[in-house]
């Protein structure tokens, strides 16, 4: 069987043993995929923005920190171990070349650098990544294995 | 009434958006017209309230690839306005100022993405002036700025620069028809939530 699950925009979804996690062009978002390989449990996240605001918010996985949170606590249910986690990230690109220094030009690089943080934090070792630049990217991640493949718009795939 | 996320937006304040909306895209398609001199109108806009995941499905499949034009608005409207065209409205175009087409976005020279680029900007400027002009408002535009990549990753931009406010954006949006073809391209005003109160101030409240 083999299993395509789509992870939406400010979305996160589980898979374990087999199948494929996809999220479709990440653009300034950032893709997270954490993969435990001693159960097979992997996680893939896509956040939008860097930090979550001092209010109540609706979607958890829209921003960072309170998405990797979410998601470390999911995967801790069904018996996932941090300190095995293996975690690479996707995305964080600056889509449109725009003058000045508007939150819209560098909210791609602010994304990475939070992302980056807080997985330091959490003291969990990003082990690969294809951040950045002006493009988008779709990534999969096999539940079996923790391998990603980025696809890009003319370029060729890359593997995580 | 004051409108806190876009599902407040009543009915009475749609019809008069999309109204609103025509006139823009009215004067939009006078703007391309005669840019390649040839009949172009637009189709009466759609505005759309949808969820971050659902407004890229409405507009096409994630991956494929689109040009998209943005113009940010700041003054007293503030947002993003984006134009996105696929291939026949870049041939049309190509072939009307440069007599060439191409078979991919890839194919694509610098001079031809200026054109572009040129072609996107006057579309927005031409909607926005009409904006501006029926609600009295003064919107200043931001230089234009292309990518050409996958639909989704284009569409997080305007999703990303509202995020912080709202879960879903307000797509007003309309199709060209160049000499009675439907072209593959769609305008769209992502206004923010305070903006979005404003223009419904200035134009709905004589209707309610």
């Given at each position: 069987?083999?299993?395509?699950?789509?992870?939406?925009?400010?979305?996160?979804?589980?898979?374990?043993?087999?199948?494929?996690?996809?999220?479709?062009?990440?653009?300034?978002?950032?893709?997270?995929s954490?993969?435990?390989?001693?159960?097979?449990?992997?996680?893939?996240?896509?956040?939008?923005?860097?930090?979550?605001?001092?209010?109540?918010?609706?979607?958890?996985?829209?921003?960072?920190?309170?998405?990797?949170?979410?998601?470390?606590?999911?995967?801790?249910?069904?018996?996932?171990?941090?300190?095995?986690?293996?975690?690479k990230?996707?995305?964080?690109?600056?889509?449109?070349?725009?003058?000045?220094?508007?939150?819209?030009?560098?909210?791609?690089?602010?994304?990475?650098?939070?992302?980056?943080?807080?997985?330091?934090?959490?003291?969990?070792?990003?082990?690969?990544?294809?951040?950045?630049?002006?493009?988008?990217?779709?990534m999969?991640v096999?539940?079996?294995?923790?391998t990603v493949t980025i696809?890009?718009?003319?370029?060729?795939?890359?593997?995580l | 009434?004051?409108?806190?996320?876009?599902?407040?937006?009543?009915?009475?304040?749609?019809?008069?958006?999309?109204?609103?909306?025509?006139?823009?895209?009215?004067?939009?398609?006078?703007?391309?017209?005669?840019?390649?001199?040839?009949?172009?109108?637009?189709?009466?806009?759609?505005?759309?309230?949808?969820?971050?995941?659902?407004?890229?499905?409405?507009?096409?499949?994630?991956?494929?690839?689109?040009?998209?034009?943005?113009?940010?608005?700041?003054?007293?409207?503030?947002?993003?306005?984006?134009?996105?065209?696929?291939?026949?409205?870049?041939?049309?175009?190509?072939?009307?100022?440069?007599?060439?087409?191409?078979?991919?976005?890839?194919?694509?020279?610098?001079?031809?993405?200026?054109?572009?680029?040129?072609?996107?900007?006057?579309?927005?400027?031409?909607?926005?002036?009409?904006?501006?002009?029926?609600?009295?408002?003064?919107?200043?535009?931001?230089?234009?700025?292309?990518?050409?990549?996958?639909?989704?990753?284009?569409?997080?931009?305007?999703?990303?620069?509202?995020?912080?406010?709202?879960?879903?954006?307000?797509?007003?949006?309309?199709?060209?028809?160049?000499?009675?073809?439907?072209?593959?391209?769609?305008?769209?005003?992502?206004?923010?939530?305070?903006?979005?109160?404003?223009?419904?101030?200035?134009?709905?409240?004589?209707?309610?």
């Open positions: 069987m083999n299993k395509e699950v789509t992870v939406g925009i400010a979305d996160m979804k589980l898979l374990r043993q087999e199948g494929t996690l996809i999220t479709y062009a990440l653009g300034s978002c950032i893709g997270i954490f993969y435990d390989p001693m159960i097979k449990l992997t996680a893939l996240l896509h956040i939008m923005l860097p930090i979550s605001p001092e209010k109540e918010i609706s979607q958890v996985f829209k921003f960072a920190d309170t998405g990797i949170q979410e998601t470390l606590r999911r995967m801790s249910v069904f018996g996932g171990i941090k300190s095995r986690y293996i975690c990230i996707a995305g964080g690109a600056r889509m449109f070349e725009v003058l000045g220094n508007s939150s819209l030009a560098n909210i791609g690089e602010r994304n990475i650098e939070s992302v980056k943080n807080i997985l330091l934090k959490e003291q969990i070792q990003l082990t690969q990544q294809d951040v950045g630049s002006n493009y988008a990217r779709t999969r096999s539940a079996q294995t923790g696809h890009t718009y003319g370029r060729p795939d890359v593997v | 009434m004051e409108i806190k996320t876009y599902d407040d937006v009543g009915a009475t304040a749609l019809d008069v958006i999309r109204e609103v909306g025509s006139i823009g895209t009215g004067n939009a398609a006078t703007a391309v017209s005669e840019l390649l001199s040839a009949n172009v109108r637009i189709n009466l806009p759609d505005v759309r309230i949808e969820g971050f995941n659902e407004a890229i499905a409405l507009l096409g499949n994630p991956e494929e690839p689109v040009a998209a034009i943005l113009v940010q608005m700041s003054g007293d409207m503030n947002g993003i306005m984006l134009f996105l065209l696929k291939i026949d409205f870049i041939n049309a175009v190509l072939h009307t100022m440069l007599g060439k087409t191409v078979s991919d976005y890839s194919e694509l020279d610098e001079l031809e993405v200026s054109a572009l680029t040129e072609v996107g900007n006057i579309v927005i400027s031409s909607y926005v002036n009409a904006l501006s002009g029926l609600a009295g408002m003064e919107i200043d535009l931001s230089v234009p700025a292309i990518s050409i990549n996958m639909l989704g990753g284009i569409l997080s931009v305007p999703m990303i620069e509202l995020g912080y406010e709202t879960d879903k954006i307000m797509i007003i949006s309309g199709k060209f028809i160049l000499n009675k073809h439907q072209l593959d391209s769609s305008l769209l005003m992502l206004p923010d939530i305070p903006s979005l109160n404003k223009l419904i101030t200035k134009l709905v409240a004589g209707h309610e």
